[in-house]
Each structure stands twice: as C-alpha cells, then as structure tokens.
C-alpha cells in the first residue's frame, strides 16, 4: 500500500513540474471589443428659426443630416430654403430660393467608451435656386445740384429676375454634444467660395440663399449654424482596442 502512495506522489510531483515548465504570462495583453452604434442623425437649424422670428425682413428653414458610415467619417447634407428683403445704398431687393449642400465631416474627438460626441471638419458642395424681387432703387448722379441729400430717383415698380442660381463649396469646423440620449446639440462656423459670377447680368447678385451676402470685391462668404437633432441607430459595428502593455512600460519608464 505504501509503494502505491508514493507512486501517486510521484506522478503528482511531475505534473506539476510540467506545469510550471510553461512560461506563466503575468502581464497578458488586454483586447478590449465593444460595439458603436451607427445609423442616421436629423434635425433642425435652431439659428434660422430664431432669427425667423426676429427679423421681419428675413425667413429660413434647414433640415440637418448626416450618417457614420466608418468610425469617424459621416456623409452630411442640408436643405434649406431662405427669403430675405434687404436695403443696399441704391437698391431695395427681395431674395428668395433654396438650397442643398452635400459633404463629409471627419470627427477628431476621441470618445470615451458609450460616448458619441464630435468636434470635426468637414466639407461642403452647394447649390443654390432663387428669384431676385427688385423692389426699387435710384440713380447715382455726380451732380448734386439737384439731389443734395440723396440719390435720384430710379423707379417703384417691382421687377423680377427669375431662375437664377448660384454654387460654391464650403470648409467648416464644428461639433456635435449629446444633451441626452440620442438628442444632441450642434454648431458650427462655414466658410465659402462662391463658384458662380455673382456680377453678371443687368442686376447683380447681392445675396444668396445658404450663402449670405456677397460683396461686390469678393467671392467668399462666411455662415453658421446651431442644430438640434436626433440619432436613429439602425445598426451596431464592433471596434476593436488594443492596449499594448509593452507601449505602457516604455511610457512609465
């Protein structure tokens, strides 16, 4: 029986030799894998609606979209439609028309685990179709023996210049802040370059819609805008983190 009992212990003995034999790993690196959520974000252009009804000379509407289709690429676009009255030094005009801009934002924030918030650039073509109202105007003349004051009059009488439009494209830089789940709050600063001559024709281009102004000396033109919108997950995607112990040690050394 004793013979027995130590056999066992033996065996025992070895098996755990050959255990130990095997390099132990006390640093094993660390695969993290968790699913982002990808799908649709709409909304509204809060900025348009605000100055809507603040200015009795100015109406708009945008509706803002985009959609993530890798992990920090989203194809964007908005659509709008603006009318604004204004006064120029000669000229009292109407402008009004609608939009579509088309472009990509690329987001340089990197997000904790579970968040989805952005800071990106982006890019922008634009396309523009309006009708300018020319509503009145006057005459500049040198002499001013006659108009000491002011301008000659020119005429009252509405005139329309139908089927005009305009392109560009945009730079812009932004952000996008989850307020609550799947609601966020949006802003951003463009920067344009006005393709189309804005100076052709009897009477000028002085605005444009989803543009803004456009100054007799140049083609840029600068906007904004503050959205409000909601993501509509479709799908889920898996990314892949990879902690590097190794990396970590030459940092902390």
Do not use: H
């Amino acid at each position: 029986m004793s013979k027995f009992f130590i056999n066992i212990f033996l065996f025992l003995n070895l098996v755990l030799v050959f255990g130990q034999s095997k390099p132990i790993d006390t640093m094993p690196k660390d695969t993290v894998e968790y699913k982002q959520s990808y799908g649709l974000r709409a909304g509204i252009d809060l900025s348009r609606l605000i100055l809507t009804s603040l200015d009795d000379n100015y109406s708009g509407f945008e509706i803002v979209a985009d959609y993530r289709i890798t992990q920090n690429l989203y194809v964007a676009a908005e659509l709008g439609n603006e009318e604004r009255t204004r006064q120029e030094d000669l000229y009292n005009f109407t402008t009004s028309g609608s939009y579509i801009k088309v472009g990509v934002d690329n987001n340089t924030y990197a997000n904790w685990y579970g968040e989805q918030n952005s800071l990106f650039m982006g890019a922008r073509l634009a396309f523009s179709t309006f009708n300018n109202t020319l509503n009145n105007y006057q005459l500049f003349d040198s002499n001013r023996y006659w108009n000491p004051e002011g301008f000659a009059p020119g005429s009252d009488v509405p005139e329309e210049f139908n089927g005009r439009n305009a392109a560009w494209i945009e730079a812009l830089f932004g952000t996008k802040i989850e307020l609550f789940s799947n609601i966020f709050l949006g802003a951003s600063i463009r920067l344009g370059f006005l393709f189309t001559d804005a100076q052709d024709g009897r009477f000028p281009i002085l605005w444009v819609p989803g543009f803004n102004k456009v100054t007799w000396d140049s083609k840029f033109g600068v906007g904004y805008n503050y959205s409000l919108s909601y993501f509509l997950p479709l799908y889920k995607k898996k990314n892949k983190t990879k902690k590097k112990i190794e990396e970590l040690e030459k940092q902390e050394e």
